[in-house]
């Protein structure tokens, strides 16, 4: 069970806390997986009770446009688009205190897994849509053989693209068919996602890199498809650190990855924390009760 | 069982903080588990103004009693006017039936009586939370034992904190445990805290809402 209290000295709107809130746990604590077990418990409670505002200070608010900013979250309505609510400077400093910390709190956790040896950060980058990227992380994390090779030091990255491949909600070109589509095949999918967007993983363009935690050279893995003559060497060395980063590349156009001036193309991310899966979990776990 | 913090994460535990104006923390010893006969259990952070508050809850359709009472008393009263939330560690009081909810009811209500002394609010201002083993009902005497020591332990420095932190943790190895302190664009001469406690090390996969 995660269970998380949060409280501030700044003066904030009661109405937008709860948006506040909603929007600072997605890629804060509904970014962590331990063992892919949601409890019945979890809580997060937030906070503010302005003692340090001065007087005359104003509550911290978003401005809604939209008269329910949550219906986005229960809309079937392909049309509907959320519209972003207007927040002053003040509010989006806030929103990024709060984004960092609620973060750091996570991460905690991740760090204190049952049994866990290493703190692993998965970072994956999409052509299509964050919500592509999100999906494929959550598979990785969650994955039980991916989760068992980190405890092995093994640099399997095989175990990742089967993760991404089995993710719910994760199609590619061979999936799915145009004429699939017109006999409605779209309805499985339950929201109404633009065509182009159907195809969200393209295996022959996706890459898997391990990112050491001491700033040194990314190692390939597999690169667009085809995988690359692995330094085990270097792999072994890199998997020895508590930290590690696997960074995955969702690609859906044969463009460099990187931009002339050293970024990255994709800018749509999602980053995951998950720890590796021991032993000491399964002791720990097999006699909880007593 | 022993809660020596192992060497290698000792550098996650703070020594030192700096937490938010009018809040205070505690804990207590309640005796939750019948195996726990020395480490607190139950935990209060409480502001001493009733403030607004929110909370996120499991999106697990079997939500426990504390996450049905706690959703319940945001319902009712819509982010105004809360003092601040009660945590027992060693039972999660969940898929425990309605004596589950009742005893939930009564933590938030011991704890808020406790602070208004003994007169009884409309609806109770103070959340609920539970961590421990499902399916498992609270010894409620226990935890409405407790309170009142509860309530003379609580107070605003690092220890208080730190306490809390401690007593809400199941098979944590440390306690997790944050503050930190920002400024604001149009008053960057007023300095704001916000301080966090969280627990969790095993059946951990949040999709909160």
């Known amino acids: ?290 | 069982a022993d809660r020596t913090i192992p060497a290698a994460k000792q550098k996650y535990v703070p020594t030192s903080g700096t937490y938010p104006k009018g809040f205070l923390a505690g804990s207590a010893f309640a005796g939750v588990k019948a195996s726990n006969t020395k480490y607190d259990d139950l935990a209060l952070v409480v502001s001493e103004e009733p403030c607004p508050a929110t909370a996120v809850f499991t999106q697990n359709i079997f939500k426990a009693a504390p996450v049905q009472v706690s959703q319940q008393l945001l319902r009712k009263s819509p982010s105004q006017g809360f003092r601040g939330v009660v945590v027992n560690s060693g039972c999660a009081n969940a898929v425990t039936g309605v004596e589950g909810r009742e005893h939930a009811e009564i933590m938030a209500r011991t704890t808020d009586g406790a602070f208004n002394n003994g007169e009884n609010q409309e609806s109770p201002s103070t959340l609920v939370m539970s961590t421990g083993v499902i399916g498992q009902k609270l010894p409620i005497e226990k935890i409405t034992s407790a309170i009142p020591k509860l309530k003379s332990n609580i107070g605003n420095t690092h220890e208080h904190w730190l306490n809390a932190a401690n007593a809400i943790c199941t098979t944590d190895t440390f306690p997790k445990l944050i503050s930190r302190q920002f400024t604001l664009p149009s008053s960057p001469g007023t300095t704001y805290s916000i301080a966090g406690m969280t627990k969790g090390a095993g059946m951990i996969h949040p999709n909160m809402a």
């Open chain 1, 1 to 290: 069970t995660l269970l998380a209290i949060v409280c501030t000295d700044a003066k904030i709107d009661s109405e937008s806390m709860p948006f506040l809130l909603q929007k600072t746990v997605v890629d804060s604590f509904n970014s962590i997986s331990i063992d892919g077990d949601t409890s019945t418990n979890d809580t997060l409670a937030f906070f503010a009770n302005g003692a340090a505002a001065p007087a005359d200070a104003k509550p911290l608010s978003y401005t809604f446009k939209d008269p329910n900013p949550f219906q986005q979250y229960k809309s079937r309505n392909p049309d509907r688009r959320f519209v972003r609510p207007d927040m002053s400077p003040d509010m989006a400093t806030f929103e990024q205190v709060l984004s960092d910390f609620l973060k750091d709190l996570a991460k905690l956790v991740v760090r204190d897994g049952e049994g866990a040896t290493k703190f692993v950060t998965i970072r994956v980058r999409s052509d299509v849509s964050k919500v592509t990227a999100k999906r494929a992380a959550v598979s990785i994390a969650r994955s039980a053989l991916v989760k068992t090779a980190l405890y092995g030091k093994d640099a399997n990255w095989g175990r990742i693209l089967c993760a991404i491949g089995y993710a719910p909600g994760i199609m590619s070109s061979q999936t799915i068919s145009r004429k699939d589509l017109t006999k409605g095949m779209m309805i499985r999918t339950k929201t109404k996602i633009p065509y182009d967007k159907l195809h969200q993983v393209e295996p022959a363009m996706t890459s898997v890199s391990f990112i050491p935690a001491d700033g040194s050279e990314e190692l390939k893995l597999l690169v667009r498809g085809e995988p690359q003559d692995v330094d085990e060497v270097r792999a072994k060395e890199i998997l020895e650190m508590e930290d590690l980063e696997i960074l995955v590349r969702l690609e859906d156009r044969d463009e460099p990855a990187i931009n002339d001036d050293g970024k990255e193309r994709m800018t749509h991310e999602a980053v995951f924390w998950t720890c590796d899966f021991s032993h000491e979990y399964v002791t720990i776990n097999g006699d909880y009760r007593t």
